[in-house]
Nanobody, 125 residues
């Protein structure tokens, strides 16, 4: 069983930065894909960023609108995944979720088996 706990959300002005954390228990990153999704009111949950390992090859993917602004990273010693978000925009406002699945990273939310409870990010203009 995998448990995911997000933290780090909050209120920030446009142009500001936040770092989200996802603490994982009961797993190793080498065998799971990790991802961040977000869901704004009235919208579907969308893939933001994710990574997986295939042997020694690291693969990461990002939503086009966050490329160059967001970075996903890990601290294996702490079993924690981070999402560094810079140059935030009001349209980034959403509940952000951490997710995990066996195998490679994909952008389809329904293919993820484990989810955190979510953390609210609000960007004011």
């Amino acid at each position: 069983q995998v448990q995911l706990v997000e933290s780090g959300g909050g209120l920030v002005q446009a142009g500001g930065s936040l770092r989200l954390s996802c603490a994982a228990s009961g797993r190793t990153f080498s065998s799971y894909a990790m991802a961040w999704f977000r869901q704004a009111p009235g919208k579907e949950r969308e893939f933001v960023a994710g990574f997986s390992w295939s042997g020694s090859i690291y693969y990461a993917d990002y939503l086009d609108s966050v490329k160059g602004r967001f970075t996903i990273s890990t601290d294996n010693a702490k079993n924690t995944v981070y999402l560094q978000m810079n140059s935030l925009k009001p349209e980034d406002t959403a509940v952000y979720y951490c997710a995990a699945r066996r195998g490679r990273v994909v952008s389809t939310a329904t293919l993820y088996d484990y989810w955190g409870q979510g953390t609210q990010v609000t960007v004011s203009s």
